[in-house]
């Protein structure tokens, strides 16, 4: 196989590259990175030294893909499929590099920095970074809701990157700041989302995950793990 996906199926940023995957039925094999193991973990920073995932290998092309947004740029153009991702035109390009770039700085980041906060040890919490992050997720909706205007996706009738990067986004990111009951797009959008099969295979794949998540409760109905009986 020549394409080597180091990821995680919890991963929301894993989600965002098989999603573009899933939609163009690309072949490749999946190498589970567990950052608790030292030798995965080792085996990661082999390949990007940032540590962080998921990362491409192309054996065929010797060439190793770090970054979410190169990494869908470079199936597009090297393992094109039914579902081009990228524009052809340099203006559209631009706007679905834009939402793409929306989704992982201002959705992913504080949906991250909210969850790692509540990993942490309970003095090393930081109710000031969590509360930030949360207006920052408000303000987002609040732009994607205007951005979707009559568009059936975020940049216009035909699905791209920038929706691949709003799925694994929105999907943590609800469970942790609820979309406005006034945020209809919004809202018909993620369930747009949800429905897409590459999306659904995804959190399919991730049902044995979730009781990880620390927030699994707040979950769709459909993914939520079962609580242990007291
Ligand atoms: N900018 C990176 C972000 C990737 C990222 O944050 N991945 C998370 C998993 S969803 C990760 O590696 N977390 C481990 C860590 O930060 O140590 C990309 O787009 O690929």
Redesign the pocket.
């Known amino acids: 196989m020549s394409l080597i996906l180091y990821q995680?199926p919890?991963?929301?940023?894993?989600?965002?590259?098989l999603i573009a995957l899933y939609e163009n039925g690309t072949p490749f094999e999946s190498q589970i990175?567990d950052?608790a193991n030292e030798e995965s973990r080792a085996s990661l920073l082999r390949l990007w030294p940032i540590?962080?995932?998921?990362?491409l290998r192309d054996e065929a092309l010797d060439s190793t893909i770090?970054?979410?947004?190169?990494?869908i740029e470079y199936l597009d153009r090297h393992y094109p499929g039914p579902t081009p991702l990228l524009p052809l035109d340099p203006t559209d390009a631009l706007c679905v590099r834009l939402w793409d770039r929306f989704f992982?700085l201002y959705v992913?980041e504080p949906m991250?920095a909210i969850v790692a906060d509540i990993r942490r040890p309970e003095e090393e919490r930081d109710p000031r970074a969590v509360a930030q992050a949360q207006a920052l997720l408000r303000t987002a909706y609040g732009m994607i809701e205007q951005q979707l205007g009559e568009k059936r996706w975020i940049a216009g009738d035909a699905l791209t990157m920038a929706d691949c990067a709003a799925a694994?986004a929105l999907f943590y990111a609800e469970t942790l700041v609820p979309f406005d009951d006034q945020q209809v797009r919004l809202q018909q959008y993620y369930q747009r989302l949800l429905d897409r099969p590459s999306f659904a295979r995804v959190l399919e794949e991730a049902i044995p995950y979730f009781h990880f998540y620390p927030y699994s409760q707040k979950l769709p109905a459909r993914f939520r793990p079962e609580q242990p009986h007291a």
């Open positions: 995680h919890l991963a929301s940023f894993c989600h965002k590259v990175i950052l540590g962080k995932f998921p990362v770090p970054e979410t947004s190169i990494i992982d992913q991250q694994p």
